[in-house]
């Protein structure tokens, strides 16, 4: 019988929110940055406490961002030394398993692939949502049709999957006390 890891990304497989990191960023110039940056953590934390739904939280944050392709670049070379060190010290673990191991976050891939492919971690078995983006590189938006972006989209993908064996679930959030909610 496989076993396989489903770990999240944001305060596990590092040690931070990856999207408040990426506004401390993006509104590093912005007069009104400690509001924005209150506002932003206050969507995430309400989530993560099962007070709004993740896609209130997740639709707040992200029109709240003002962030780019550049800012995404900065925040990546953040998340790299920002890894848990439990899964620093684990890297062969993740080699070893590289077919089992899955990251399934409320995150974006544009900052999560580069973060977690040097843990041996396949770009198949990432997921997460991902962002629109417009002409000149500015996020502005999100697709919407990811379950990931709902509520419940951890449930619901793993059920999709149907991965056939023992199912090791690591995270930190609401979304991932589902998954364990859920069987």
Do not use: W
Request: net charge neutral; proline share 2%.
């Amino acid at each position: 019988m496989k076993n396989y890891y489903i770990i999240d990304f944001d305060s596990t497989f590092t040690q931070v929110e990856a999207l408040d990191e990426l506004a401390r960023i993006s509104l590093e110039n912005n007069p009104n940055r400690e509001q924005i940056l209150k506002d932003i953590e206050g969507f995430t934390n309400l989530a993560m406490e099962g007070k709004i739904s993740f896609r209130e939280s997740l639709a707040g944050r992200v029109a709240l961002l003002q962030a780019n392709k550049e800012h995404l670049e900065k925040l990546i070379k953040h998340l790299k030394k920002k890894v848990s060190k439990s899964f620093d010290r684990n890297r062969e673990f993740f080699k070893q398993n590289a077919e089992t191991v899955l990251i399934v976050s409320g995150g974006f891939k544009e900052f999560i692939t580069p973060v977690v492919s040097r843990y041996g971690i396949l770009e198949k078995n990432i997921y997460a949502n991902t962002f629109k983006f417009d002409e000149q590189g500015q996020i502005i938006g999100y697709d919407e049709n990811n379950p990931l972006s709902y509520e419940g989209g951890k449930v619901k993908l793993l059920k999709e999957l149907n991965l056939q064996g023992r199912i090791f679930g690591i995270g930190d959030g609401y979304s991932d006390f589902q998954l364990k909610e859920s069987g």
